[in-house]
Nanobody
Framework: QVQLVESGGGLVQAGGSLRLSCVVP????????MGWYRQAPGKLRELVAA???????NYADSVKGRFTISRDNAKNTVYLRMNSLKPEDTAAYYC???????????????WGQGTQVTVSS
């Protein structure tokens, strides 16, 4: 079982910022792509951002220009910097270990426990 440890969620006003972190076991982190997903109540889980082992990134249209995914291989950690937050960004956010296809992120079986982000208007 691979344990992913997320942190950084919280309550923030619209227009504010948060940074999420996800620590991954080193044995798989360096060779894996990573993804951040979110799920709001009553909605399907959706991919927010992904980063390949080499640093190539992609983003959902709804967060482009506001969110930045990055990774620190020395710390086995992937980050999601979220700026200009909107109430519609409110959701539980999950990190995932997966693979990067030609143009899409392919989720794997390992997920973090989730961290709640709530944006007030």
């Amino acid at each position: 079982q691979v344990q992913l440890v997320e942190s950084g969620g919280g309550l923030v006003q619209a227009g504010g910022s948060l940074r999420l972190s996800c620590v991954v076991p080193g044995s798989i982190f360096r060779i894996s792509a990573m993804g951040w997903y979110r799920q709001a109540p009553g909605k399907l889980r959706e991919l927010v951002a992904a980063i390949s082992s080499g640093g190539t990134t992609n983003y959902a249209d709804s967060v482009k220009g506001r969110f930045t995914i990055s990774r620190d291989n020395a710390k086995n950690t992937v980050y999601l910097r979220m700026n200009s937050l909107k109430p519609e960004d409110t959701a539980a956010y999950y990190c995932n270990v997966g693979a990067m296809g030609l143009s899409t992120y392919i989720p794997g079986d390992f997920w973090g426990q989730g961290t709640q982000v709530t944006v007030s208007s």
